[in-house]
């Protein structure tokens, strides 16, 4: 019911950054546990960071230090900077409500995401 459509990304060299958006349309967005994804070609798509309703975050150990997740319900949008980034950064970056704790995304229904590439 929900459609999340991802914007922000780009061409940067490494050490550069960037701030991706996804924001909403339809149904009931502020109360969601959302987190991003991202895809390399050839590989599994991951987990780079989630935020919950309440606000507590979560990274994996690729993302710490270098990647913030925030969200501005006002304005239904969520938002990943990132900063510091290296060429195993390079992917297609998704947005997608998460269950919290765990975040793994709620369906299978993903959006077109942006690429970000990310250049030595």
């Known amino acids: 019911q929900v459609q999340l459509v991802e914007s922000g990304g780009g061409s940067v060299q490494a050490g550069g950054s960037l701030r991706l958006s996804c924001t909403a349309s339809?149904?009931?967005?502020?109360?969601?546990?959302m987190g991003w994804f991202r895809q390399a070609h050839g590989k599994e798509r991951e987990f780079v960071a989630g935020?919950?309703?309440?606000?507590?975050?979560y990274y994996p150990d690729s993302a710490k230090g270098r990647f913030t997740i925030s969200r501005d319900n006002r304005k239904r949008t969520v938002y990943l900077q990132m900063n510091s980034l290296k060429p195993e950064d390079t992917a297609v970056y998704y947005c997608?409500?998460?269950?919290?704790?765990?975040?793994?995304?709620?369906?299978?229904?993903w959006g077109q995401g942006t690429q970000v590439t990310v250049s030595a």
């Open positions: 997608h409500e998460v269950f919290v704790g765990a975040w793994r995304p709620t369906n299978d229904a």
């Open positions: 339809g149904g009931t967005f502020s109360w969601r546990d």
């Open positions: 935020i919950a309703s309440y606000g507590s975050t």
